[in-house]
């Protein structure tokens, strides 16, 4: 085993790699790992082409690392008469106004949308390799900022963890499976907060329906908290789906475990009152002791992370993360966040 990772590290040395040499070692090893397994041939050839998908993404959104992103969902058989495409294309060209990128499936119909509205310097394509769908336009087709899928849960992988907010159309199983993971990644907290639109044609009921049944079902059957629906902003509004997603980014930055510590770091430091309110307004959030200014946590010194920013810091109760929204939408709105 140890002759095995020597020779690993070497084969890394000669390549001439030297950055997360360690990361990239554990990669190569757990291949070599699956040959002694003797795994299937169809197992491997999933993992094999999972990894080149993978690289191919990150490679494609690599340089784009220091632009916000928002990802929009919505039915690739909406036609462009359709309202709805409409409300795509001019949500996204709204946030691309604001310096967004918009991020999508790079199919037909409200992924279109969305990509035509943003333009193609804001937007960016990740598509899936369908027997049967529909091709969008040359115009949207041509665009270099593209990558394609053969994996849903690869595709998925990159069209969530690139993106600091998120817009749903209405659309069928696709938009569903993609709407309900996004809230189930944020009430486990296996996500990061972010905002989430579920945007309809104006006077549309697509999404209100969804919510009368999530609050009869759900909710009234006791499968999720009565409050869990309440991290997403249903609108028919484009305005008010923008202004949700920069919104959210308006005070708070961005968070970081440390131990038991949750690390809250945003733009403004909140005042002494502030913060006596965050408390009496949060505090069963708080597992022991309560929210508190902070300088940067050593952890946190050491990596040099967002050091000029101002620090919230509590000891968030594991079984609330799930509500941990409700406390950085409070936090966006304090006084001392101009």
């Not at 998908?53 to 784009?64: I, K, T």
């Not at 409409?86 to 918009?102: D, F, H, I, R, S």
Request: glycine fraction near 10%; proline fraction near 4%.
């Amino acid at each position: 085993m140890d002759d095995v990772r020597a020779r690993i590290d070497a084969l890394l040395k000669d390549a001439g790699v030297t950055a997360n040499r360690a990361l990239i070692a554990r990669i190569l090893h757990t291949g070599e790992l699956l040959g002694e397994d003797g795994a299937d041939r169809l197992d491997l050839k999933i993992t094999a082409a999972a990894l080149e998908e993978m690289r191919s993404a990150f490679r494609l959104f690599a340089p784009y690392a220091g632009v916000e992103k928002v990802t929009v969902f919505g039915s690739a058989r909406t036609k462009e008469h359709d309202p709805l495409y409409a409300q795509a294309e001019n949500v996204a060209a709204a946030l691309a106004a604001q310096g967004w990128m918009v991020v999508t499936g790079a199919g037909p119909g409200i992924m279109q949308a969305a990509a035509e509205g943003a333009g193609p310097d804001l937007s960016i394509g990740v598509s899936i390799r369908l027997p049967f769908e529909e091709k969008p336009d040359a115009m949207v087709e041509a665009e270099p900022n593209q990558v394609t899928m053969k994996y849903f849960f690869t595709r998925k992988l990159m069209l969530v963890k690139e993106s600091s907010g998120f817009v749903c159309l209405p659309g069928g199983f696709g938009t569903m499976d993609e709407m309900f993971e996004l809230l189930t990644l944020q009430q486990t907290g296996k996500a990061e907060p972010t905002p989430i639109v579920l945007l309809d044609e104006v006077g549309g009921s697509y999404w209100s329906g969804l919510r009368d049944f999530v609050q009869q079902h759900l909710a009234g059957g006791g499968y999720i908290a009565a409050d869990d629906f309440d991290r997403v902003l249903i609108t028919d509004s484009v305005d008010a789906a923008a202004a949700e997603i920069a919104g959210f980014w308006r005070n708070y930055d961005s968070l970081r475990w440390v131990g038991e510590r949750l690390v809250l770091r945003v733009h403004h430091e909140p005042t002494d009152a502030e913060v006596d309110d965050l408390n009496a307004r949060f505090g069963s959030l708080v597992r022991t002791g309560r929210i508190q200014r902070s300088e940067p946590l050593a952890p946190e010194r050491a990596d040099g992370d967002r050091l000029e920013l101002a620090r919230l810091v509590l000891e968030l109760d594991p079984h609330r993360v799930g509500e941990l929204h409700q406390l950085i939408r409070a936090i966006n709105t304090l006084p001392s966040a101009g």
